[in-house]
């Protein structure tokens, strides 16, 4: 188990003095010593991060219907967007839910639900197993264009 330190002499009168380091204290002073005002955080600029290309794999497709089901024990804030990414992408797309306890809340601290998320952002949900029904769901055209769009098949 990795203990904490506490801060040494420098970083504390750093701290003190608004900065969040000794060398930023150290710069701040030699930019003033030489007739220029530092202007230390004032500012703030945007930058966009760049997009890149990510992968999903999802755990069951179902080639005859276009239905896509994802299985779910734990349902982590990054798996939420990345789904909801895939739901803006492909929004056609049907991906839906089996979790092994969809009245889990989806954080500590939130009352939200994995059942509630769905709901909310318009996802199909079950307890435990697929359901019979979705796996002889009849097929849509909806659904098999945006299955050949995202997977590239059939």
Known sequence: MKTLRPPQTSDRRALLA???????????????????????????????VPARIARYTPDFVFTHNGIVVESKGI????DRHKHLLIKNQYPDLEVRFVFSNPNSRISKQSSTTYADWCVKFGFRYAKLLTPVAWIHEDATTRR???????????
């Open 75 to 78: 349902f982590p804030t990054a």
């Open 144 to 154: 098999m264009a945006a299955l050949r769009e995202a997977l590239g098949i059939l």
């Open 18 to 48: 608004g900065y969040r380091s000794g060398l930023e204290v150290k710069n701040a002073a030699h930019i003033k010593a030489n007739g220029v005002d530092p202007h230390y955080e004032e500012f703030t600029l945007r930058y966009e």
